[in-house]
């Protein structure tokens, strides 16, 4: 069982390219998010879903977009890339019912330049 | 979601319990308590959740106040690899609202 899958662990743009975060998880879950993590700080929500083809905003949403096409995945796209959003990137996902608890995943650790 | 306050940081020896206390003193009749962990950087790891009830699981144990305003977790007996940032969070369960964030947490460090 993988679990909660992301890809690229580790990547480094210069400013003003895009690139995609990919996510994808094997448990059904309808729930999946990304958080973006900063040096000393806790997860701040990004962007959320409920299931395929509903997404919202989180916290943090300017200078990202996601989609929902299937249950399984869940990528995140930054557009055009600025050094402030250097960070490590978490995509989690749960049930909608039961006991709620978030599966991570290992974490993305962007660096723009 | 409620807000909770944790202590920024806390040390604890090796094979002693680890006392994590949060406070969520406006937490709601429908929220849950959450605890996670994080070690160094990987993934966050759920512990433990509880409404009103003192839980136990293999990892740790959740004492829950009478007024529901604080609780505490528990581990047992600390080992080096519990070295972590430890997070406490409320939500509502089952729950429409899903954004969840987390706050900076207690980083735990346990010394040899």
């Known amino acids: 069982n993988a679990g909660v899958t992301q890809t690229p662990k580790f990547q480094v743009l210069k400013t003003g390219q895009s690139m995609t975060l990919q996510c994808a998880q094997d448990?059904?879950?309808?729930?999946m998010s990304w958080y973006r993590q900063d040096p000393g700080m806790g997860l701040r929500l990004i962007h959320y879903?409920?299931?395929?083809?509903?997404?919202d905003q989180g916290e943090v949403p300017n200078g990202y977009n996601v989609s929902r096409s299937t249950t399984e995945d869940f990528p995140l796209r930054l557009l055009s890339a600025a050094p402030s959003q250097t960070s490590v990137y978490f995509c989690?996902?749960?049930?909608?019912?039961?006991?709620?608890?978030?599966?991570f995943g290992e974490g993305s650790r962007l660096t723009v330049l | 979601d409620a807000k909770t306050t944790q202590p920024p940081s806390m040390d604890c020896a090796e094979g002693r319990a680890a006392n994590l206390p949060c406070n969520h003193s406006?937490?709601?009749?429908?929220?849950?308590v959450y605890w996670y962990r994080q070690i160094h950087s990987q993934g966050p790891q759920y512990i433990i959740h509880?409404?009103?009830n003192n839980e136990t699981n293999e990892m740790a144990s959740l004492i829950i106040t009478e007024d529901r305003k604080s609780s505490t977790l528990i581990l047992p007996h600390a080992t080096l690899r519990d070295t972590a940032v430890y997070y406490c969070?409320?939500?509502?369960?089952?729950?429409?609202?899903?954004?969840?964030?987390f706050g900076a947490g207690t980083t735990v460090t346990v010394r040899a």
């Open positions: 989690a996902s749960s049930y909608t019912s039961g006991t709620g608890e978030l599966f």
């Open positions: 448990m059904n879950h309808e729930y």
């Open positions: 879903s409920v299931g395929a083809g509903i997404t």
């Open positions: 406006t937490i709601s009749g429908n929220e849950y």
């Open positions: 509880g409404l009103k």
């Open positions: 969070i409320v939500r509502a369960r089952p729950t429409n609202d899903y954004k969840l964030s």
